[in-house]
């Protein structure tokens, strides 16, 4: 593959000693992927370490009774901590990954990642990652834990702009609630003025009422 691309994104390969980044690029994987393609699974093995070239992976937990609860999304030039976390601990996935829009990923074997965290720079940066994600992740447990829904609902509406185009289902997905109570909380905003419901699109009418609904303790 393009080792310069794959440097351009991830600047940190650059300060691999030259014979390691050669190897890798020779023998990374490029794959594309169409979008809602499942790229792991929970209880799958890890088989390497994926670059994301473009596109992006939404990864989330996911319940016996399938609802899902979105973690984080990994985008070009970013990194998935849980395959990290796989490979480090040599156990199988825990949560599922799926493609969002067409995406391009390289794969890196897991031999060339264990032999990468022998160079301090590589590990210093997979360790900041988890950093980075841990404090996401503590925050989203926060949201959940002591946010009631129509807040976190609110919050979310008014991060995607005037309109947001999506489903009941996709923003109960987001939420990591179930579309019944999302369509129930909607349709109360659309009573109260706050929002317009249209076919897959919610049209947000009054932004301070909501960012009043979203700060409410």
Known sequence: MNAESLVA?????EKLPSPLLQRIRDTLQTVSLPSGTTVFDERQPCQGFPFVLGGAIRVAKVSASGRELPLYRVQAGENCIITSSCLLGHADYNARGVSEGETTL???PRALFDE??????FRDYVFSLFSERMAELMQLVEEVAFRK???RLAA???GKGRVVHATHQQLADELGSVREMVSRLLKGFAEQGLVRLGREQ???????GLRKVASVT
Do not use: F, I, R, T
């Not at 994104?9 to 390969?13: D, G, S």
């Not at 990468?116 to 720079?121: R, S």
């Not at 919610?202 to 301070?208: F, G, I, T």
């Open 9 to 13: 994104l991830y600047p940190v390969m």
């Open 149 to 151: 829904l129509d807040q």
């Open 116 to 121: 990468m965290l022998g160079v301090p720079v």
């Open 156 to 158: 979310l509406l008014l």
């Open 202 to 208: 919610v049209e947000v009418l009054d932004a301070a």
């Open 106 to 108: 390289a794969l890196l």
